[in-house]
Structures are given as structure tokens and as C-alpha cells.
T-cell receptor, first 115, second 113 residues
């Protein structure tokens, strides 16, 4: 059974703190993604990575950075957390495939609250 | 500007009736569309997909219809069950590398017993 795990389900941090969100997948997928989900806005892509040490900015990368040192692990870093980064963070992975076979597999999400 | 739109934030349906969730897109390059279902405190899970070469795909109680000329797709759930109550996200992509997914804002479906 495919699995994407995220290090924390709930996290509370203070403004200005450095925050690390970890994601691990066991499907040997090349692609990994970080999204945030906010009411009325759906899922917005922060960053994605298509290979080890490779990263691409998504729609809302400001205030975030990422790290992918190993294929199975993709980390999201908030260098200095702010209250507007309070959100649900979702990690996903996918594999390049023939048209009609692409899908993303999501982790359970991390609910981050920044006070 | 949202490339994938779900104009109904919420929908309520009686158990046993049909649920119809709608999705519109603006980018004509999209050629593959997916629906995801999300329960509270869980990540989205893949539900059903359709390629642009088809206009219909069916999987049990779930059917997705695609109207390319109108840039519109819909998800039909028949019959609706209380366990279908969730947020449904429409997503679209245009590459074979599994990278460029664009999600809509979601529609919260409530199936009433």
C-alpha cells in the first residue's frame, strides 16, 4: 500500500521561529510536492521537486524553502514563521507516467498554527 | 487568476439521490483531469480521472463527464451515501511528468440521511 507520511499532524509555533516540516514517501516517486490548503482557496502549490537536490517554485513560494537530499524525503522550511502561514500543509508525491496514469498521493497533512 | 474553478463551495444532497459536482477550467492545454476526495484531518485521496480523449469515465457509483468545448467537467455520484460527505477537489494537468497539477478550491458535499 502506498504511503506518504508527514512528521507531525499538529504543530504550534511562535512568530519568528524556524519551522521544519518533513515528508517521507515509500513509493520511489521522483516527484514530491508541498501544498497549503486554506478555506476557499483549495490547494496551492508552494514548491515541488522532480529529483534529488532539484526544486521548482510553485505558486506561493514566498516565505518558504525546501530541501530534498534523498529521493524519499522532502522537507519544507519556514525560515521565520509568521501568523499568515497558519494553515494545513499537505505533502504529495507522484511518478512520471504515461498520460492517464498520473496521480498524486497525499500525506495526512500537518496543521500548523503560528502564534 | 484561478485556472480551475469550482463555483459551488458547498452542496447538500439527500441520501440515495444524485450528487453533481461541477468544475470549470480556463487553460486549454489541460489534457488530464482528476477528482480527489478529502475528509477532515486527512490528506486528499484520488477518486477518479479522465483523459481529454474521452468524454466519460465511470467507476462504480462515480462518473466523470468532460465537455472540452465548454471547458467543463462534472462528477456524478449515484446513489449518494452519507460516507460520501467530504470536500471534493477538481484537479487538472497537462504533462506526462506528474508535475503540473492545478487544483480547484473544492466543494464541500454533505449527504443527508
Amino acid at each position: 500500500d502506498v504511503k506518504v507520511t508527514q512528521s507531525s499532524r499538529y504543530l504550534v509555533k511562535r512568530t519568528g521561529e524556524k519551522v521544519f516540516l518533513e515528508c517521507v514517501q515509500d513509493m520511489d516517486h521522483e516527484n514530491m510536492f508541498w501544498y497549503r490548503q486554506d478555506p476557499g482557496l483549495g490547494l496551492r502549490l508552494i514548491y515541488f521537486s522532480y529529483d534529488v537536490k532539484m526544486k521548482e517554485k510553485g505558486d506561493i513560494p514566498e516565505g518558504y524553502s525546501v530541501s530534498r537530499e534523498k529521493k524519499e524525503r522532502f522537507s519544507l522550511i519556514l525560515e521565520s514563521a509568521s501568523t499568515n502561514q497558519t494553515s494545513m500543509y499537505l505533502c504529495a508525491s507522484s511518478a512520471p507516467g504515461l498520460a492517464g496514469t498520473d496521480t498524486q498521493y497525499f500525506g495526512p497533512g500537518t496543521r500548523l498554527t503560528v502564534l | 487568476d484561478q485556472q480551475v474553478k469550482q463555483n459551488s463551495p458547498s452542496l447538500s444532497v439527500q441520501e440515495g439521490r444524485i450528487s453533481i459536482l461541477n468544475c470549470d477550467y480556463t487553460n486549454s492545454m489541460f489534457d488530464y483531469f482528476l477528482w480527489y476526495k478529502k475528509y477532515p484531518a486527512e490528506g486528499p485521496t484520488f477518486l477518479i480521472s479522465i483523459s481529454s480523449i474521452k468524454d466519460k469515465n465511470e467507476d462504480g457509483r462515480f462518473t466523470v463527464f468532460l465537455n472540452k468545448s465548454a471547458k467543463h467537467l462534472s462528477l456524478h455520484i449515484v446513489p449518494s451515501q452519507p460516507g460520501d460527505s467530504a470536500v471534493y477537489f477538481c484537479a487538472a494537468t497537462y504533462d506526462n511528468y506528474g508535475q503540473n497539477f492545478v487544483f480547484g478550491p473544492g466543494t464541500r458535499l454533505s449527504v443527508l440521511p
